[in-house]
């Protein structure tokens, strides 16, 4: 199958309405099935980053709220949503809601309601609404880190118009995280559909779970859904350590082999002008492919 | 929208189902409302009511609470603002409390029922509202009806009356209506038990079971005959009168069901449908022909039967060049209704004549 790309003039210069950000800011989100390493990998991104001294905003969207919380030592910064819900979306400033973190990466919580009750997907809308209205959302690159599956159209908010224009799917070689991703690429090519959408797939990355065959697995994936494996980040012991220690790998163990690994992926994300509108593979086309790869 | 609307055609079959509930539940006159959703699902019904009150010379205010819920309590969940609603309600001393939801707070799944389950000294119904699930006006007066019934006791000592069910609290003849069938009920010696649902107590449906039949307002309330019949054993009529003969055939009906001999009533009948018509001679042999009273309604058989079995009686002729006549919406009930339809004929086929 002959793999279509979009390319992406060298700085687009975006035609945001209502006074939008017109720098040309890169916006990229990050999806994938829940606990696959969204929010690890998003925040050694950011600080990978940050540390080439770009200005980094990182936003959460997902009411665990806890995308940015390595980037700030594990504290508990005040979310969106609970700001709103305390004092009411007129009092609230750009300082409420936006936390510096390592290297200055600015990090914004959206929060949400406690499991089991209310609506997350509104508190998206609201959190964008009022970020715009605040004129936050401006940086070099932003990062969105959205919740793991695109279970109504407020958790789509990131992939509309004038929010970001790269998605990237992060994916082990397991095959209810490929279904996953599969699924958000059937969100990335129906949004795509719109009338000026400018949201596209940036590319599969792999978080590694050691699984024989796993970055062929992935790769074989991602050229399926007309796309392809940006990058492959191997496991290792040293994102749980520096986990626990409340930290990045970037800031915790510099000089290791995974901050080699995250500052890679981060040139790679940021240089990457190439995206795709993805195919997304249909039910039995996904079981197939897993009987190929899965020996059983 | 007709260009010249009357109140009579005031139907709102295919409105809001919040709405068609609160036609019912507000008339529990010793009971709170509260509606959970956005302040402006209140204000609209708050205004609807309260207009169709006064325009039925009954001037009520609707005790109506709004849970006048915001963005915010969307994305976290609204029940904290239907407990504080609830207290705002308890404080009116009411004697019961309907909780009835709008379209959102069902989008959102907030679990109402678990609210109102709480013991509170007084009982607070939930009635489901939500539009959006499929149901129109209809389905709110029924939800509403079932809802207000489950205040009633179990089982009541039987008496010789008859209970009127459902009717169409916003429609102008209501009471006129109800008038007009308690006045047949009384050629049969039976009186009017209860008003299910319109201007009591919560406390009047007590009485809910003790009637010998139960008169739907039409047979579109038939699931709630059937479980009143299934509740109290209580037989049902599925249909206000409508029709000369209808009208002696319904007293027919409820006598069967009351194990009442009727020969004498439906006589009785027949010579006061006889005079009633004799009011019209002066129309005899005009020229008429039907139209709908609105583009997008139907015409109605059972309407058309009422129409043409009135024009045969009154020796009318039906003519395409024929003065235009409204199709009653909804039908004329009993003879009472179908004289002020026939005032109303009277009224077109003298205006075509001045020319």
């Not at chain 1, 199958?1 to 945001?16: D, Q």
């Not at chain 2, 849970?67 to 504080?84: M, N, Y």
């Amino acid at each position: 199958m002959a793999i279509r790309f979009i390319c992406h003039e060298p700085h687009p210069r975006p035609n945001y309405p209502c006074g939008l950000n017109t720098d040309p800011m890169k916006q990229i989100a990050l999806y994938g099935k829940g606990g696959i390493g969204k929010s690890t990998t998003a925040a050694n991104l950011s600080a990978a980053l940050a540390e080439e001294g770009l200005d980094i905003l990182q936003i959460g969207c997902d009411p665990k709220h806890d995308s940015t919380r390595m980037l700030v030592h594990g504290t508990w910064i005040p979310t969106v949503l609970d700001l709103i819900r305390e004092r009411g979306d007129a009092n609230i400033t750009v300082d409420d809601v936006v936390y510096r973190g390592f290297a200055g990466v600015r990090c914004v919580e959206a929060g949400g309601p406690e499991p089991g009750i209310g609506c997350a997907g509104r508190g998206i809308i609201a959190t964008f609404q009022l970020l715009e209205r605040l004129d936050a959302l401006k940086g070099d690159v932003i990062v969105y880190d959205v919740l793991g599956d695109v279970v109504c159209g407020g958790f789509a908010m990131p992939m509309r118009e004038g929010y970001a224009r790269e998605i990237y799917l992060v994916t082990s070689g397991e095959l209810m995280s490929i279904y996953a991703a599969n699924n958000i690429a059937r969100a990335i090519a129906r949004l795509s559909r719109r009338a000026r959408s400018r949201c596209s797939l940036g590319g599969v990355i792999c978080n590694a779970k050691n699984i024989e065959g796993e970055a062929e697995l992935v790769e074989e994936f991602a050229r399926r859904i007309n796309s392809r494996m940006i990058a492959y980040i191997p496991r290792s012991r040293i994102v749980q350590v520096a986990e626990l220690q409340k930290q990045t790998v970037i800031e915790y163990a510099p000089e290791s082999e995974q901050a080699g690994v995250y500052r890679d992926l981060a040139r790679l994300v940021y240089g990457n002008d190439t995206t795709s509108i993805p195919t997304p593979m249909e039910m039995d086309e996904i079981e197939s492919f897993a009987l190929e790869f899965v020996q059983v | 929208m007709r260009s010249n609307p009357s109140p009579s055609s005031s139907s709102r079959f295919e409105g809001c189902t919040l709405t068609g509930a609160l036609s019912v539940a507000t008339e529990v006159r010793d009971a709170v409302c509260v509606i959970h959703g956005p302040a402006g699902c209140t204000h609209h019904n708050f205004s609807l009511l309260h207009a169709t009150s006064l325009s039925n010379d009954r001037p009520a205010l609707p005790r109506l609470l709004s849970t006048s819920l915001v963005e915010s309590d969307i994305i976290f969940g609204g029940e904290d603002a239907l407990e504080t609603a609830l207290e705002r309600a308890l404080a009116l001393s009411p004697a019961s409390i309907f909780v009835l939801s709008t379209c959102i707070v069902e989008t959102i799944g907030d679990d109402i029922a678990a609210v109102c389950a709480k013991d509170r000294g007084v009982p607070v119904i939930p009635i489901p509202t939500a539009g959006f699930l499929g149901g129109v006006f209809e389905t709110g007066v029924k939800n509403a009806l079932a809802a207000v019934a489950s205040l009633a006791p179990p089982s009541s000592e039987r008496t010789l009356s008859a209970n009127l069910i459902g009717e169409k609290n916003l429609e102008y003849g209501v009471d006129e209506n109800a008038a007009e069938v308690s006045r047949l009920l009384k050629r049969l010696g039976l009186p009017v038990n209860l008003r299910f649902v319109r201007g009591i107590r919560t406390h009047d449906l007590d009485r809910l079971g003790a009637a010998a039949v139960n008169i739907l307002r039409e047979p579109a309330l038939g699931p709630i005959g059937e479980e009143l019949k299934r509740r109290y054993g209580t037989p049902y009529i599925e249909s206000f009168p409508t029709g000369l003969g209808g009208t002696c055939r319904f007293l027919e009906e409820v006598g069967r069901a009351c194990g009442i001999d009727t020969p004498a009533a439906v006589e009785e009948e027949r010579a006061y449908q006889a005079a009633m018509l004799e009011r019209f001679d002066d129309i005899a042999g005009s020229r008429i022909r039907f139209q709908s009273p609105h583009p997008i309604l139907r015409g109605d058989p059972e309407v058309e039967a009422i129409c043409t079995e009135c024009a045969d009686a009154l020796s009318l002729t039906i003519d395409p060049e024929g003065v235009a006549i409204p199709s009653p919406y909804p039908p004329p009930v009993g003879t009472g209704g179908i004289g002020r339809m026939l005032h109303r004929w009277r009224v077109l086929i003298r205006d075509r004549r001045r020319g």
